[in-house]
């Protein structure tokens, strides 16, 4: 169950019958070369007070995370060549305790994570803590009403490599100094409320490899990235962004930006070796270009968009495909060969253009989404035979009967179709929200 490490004495076998007390003892001050201690839980068991003798002037490295433990003491403070300190997913803060703020005083600290706790007020100032390499403060607060700004002393952590900050209800703007931080591989400001416009220094920041910004008030557009960056993960979604995608990095592995206002065409090309992209409700227009049939593609979302025409053919060849959703927007023509998307999981057609026959779906397709489409003629009698969990074909033109097989689908619904009867016996049954054949499904022939 414990990882548990102690650099510079041998006490492994003395932890190891009283942690199953769930109380960690007070009796480190016992071993004066103390300097590692690290007990990450895999789940979490030990709870009450941090022991102020687990802090010391010999302390190096902490790492409390993955417990439940509700308060620090004052001790903290006296760990002046502490280098590493890990707190996150514990319960400190619950008794409305702010974080402590002579941790900004430690300034050998290198590494310093404190998220996922209950901590009130606001974040301290760290803007002495020079070399920090990491610093992750996500989810670190109890719930509050009031917002905090985004802190500016984040500009002169010159050694900045990870830098996270979560859900702290973070307001302002993104400063241009963003570009100064040249060791910063990944940075997460997601869910706060920070807005204006992305600068231009961010889409420079040659060493970023993880950029999430998604779900803030950021506005306008997005600045053109430098050919020589390196980013594999972009997250602007649920913005107010603006204007046309400018060509993504070409190291980009996910891509996310759902929910903003990104209007013309999709890029002519896209990234190599990406595997999720997401363009969901957006205001693109124009066709889906070939560009994205890519062999490494996992992923599409094109859903809520005015794109329009036929798909191009070359989807058919996308054999790492699990997740293809073109739900309500104005694509046209028929489905691609699925033979090869031997992943698939999910696929929409919702509310399109899209029609011809139905597909034959591969056996790992759990969900099938194409309501108020053009699809004609029979429902393969195979849909009920396979792994579909959820089938939605209501008010196309679906002609035939309606396969008994369908009842072994959990969901299904079929309404507002021209089917004939005989219709499956669990159109009969009277949990209608699960079995819809027709509406009303009360018309039965023997």
């Known amino acids: 169950m414990w990882s548990i490490y102690v650099v510079g004495t041998r006490i492994s076998r003395f932890f190891s019958g009283i942690l199953q007390t769930g109380i960690l003892p007070d009796v480190f001050d016992a071993f004066d070369d103390l300097e590692w ?70 300034t050998k600290l290198q590494v310093l994570d404190l998220e996922h706790n209950q901590f009130t007020g606001s974040i301290p100032s760290f803007e002495k803590l020079t ?25 002169n952590l010159t050694n900045i490599e990870m830098l996270q900050m979560e859900e702290n209800r973070l307001e302002g703007t993104l400063g241009t100094e963003f570009g100064t931080l040249s060791d910063l591989t990944i940075l997460s400001l997601r869910n706060n409320y920070i807005s204006g416009t992305v600068p231009s220094e ?54 996310y930006f759902a929910e903003n206002r990104f209007s013309g ?91 011809g026959p139905l597909p034959q779906l591969p056996e790992t397709t759990t969900e099938f989404l194409a309501g108020d489409a053009l699809f004609t003629g029979q429902i393969p009698d195979s849909y009920g035979l396979q792994n579909l969990q959820k089938l939605n074909l209501n008010r196309n033109l679906l002609t035939g009967t309606v396969p008994d097989s369908l009842c072994n ?5 079929v309404v507002e179709n021209p089917l004939s009867c005989p219709f499956p016996i669990c159109c009969q049954s009277s949990d209608s929200d699960c079995h819809q054949c027709c509406d009303p499904c009360t018309s039965f022939s023997s």
């Open 37 to 106: 201690l690290i007990l990450h839980s895999r789940t979490p068991t030990l709870s009450g007070d941090v022991p102020p003798s687990v802090f010391s002037a010999n302390s190096v490295r902490v790492d409390l995370r993955n417990n439940q433990f509700d308060s620090l003491p004052e001790s903290i403070c006296d760990a002046s060549n502490l280098q590493r300190l890990r707190l996150g997913n514990n319960h400190f803060g619950v008794r409305k305790r702010p974080i402590p703020s002579c941790i900004s005083t430690l």
């Open 131 to 155: 070399e920090l390499r990491a610093l992750k403060l996500n989810s670190a607060f109890v719930p509050q009403s009031f917002l905090q700004p985004l802190p500016s002393w984040i500009y």
């Open 202 to 255: 961010m889409a420079h920041m040659h060493e970023i490899q993880q950029l999430d910004l998604g779900f803030n008030k950021l506005n306008g557009t997005v600045p053109t990235f430098a050919p020589a960056i390196i980013l594999s993960k972009l997250d602007l979604s649920f913005n107010g962004l603006t204007g046309s995608l400018p060509p993504l990095p070409a190291d980009l592995v996910k891509g």
């Open 265 to 355: 065409s999709l890029p002519k090309s896209f990234p190599y070796g990406l595997k999720e992209l997401d363009l969901s409700h957006n205001e693109f227009s124009g066709s889906v270009p070939p560009s994205v049939c890519l062999n490494s593609l996992e992923q599409l979302r094109l859903y809520q968009t005015s794109l329009s025409d036929e798909l191009p053919s070359c989807l058919s060849r996308l054999s790492k495909i699990t997740l293809a959703d073109f739900s309500f927007s104005h694509i046209s023509g028929n489905l691609p060969d699925l033979t090869n998307w031997t992943s698939l999981q999910l696929l929409g057609a919702a509310a399109t253009k899209i029609g």
């Open 409 to 413: 689908i959990p969901y299904f619904s």
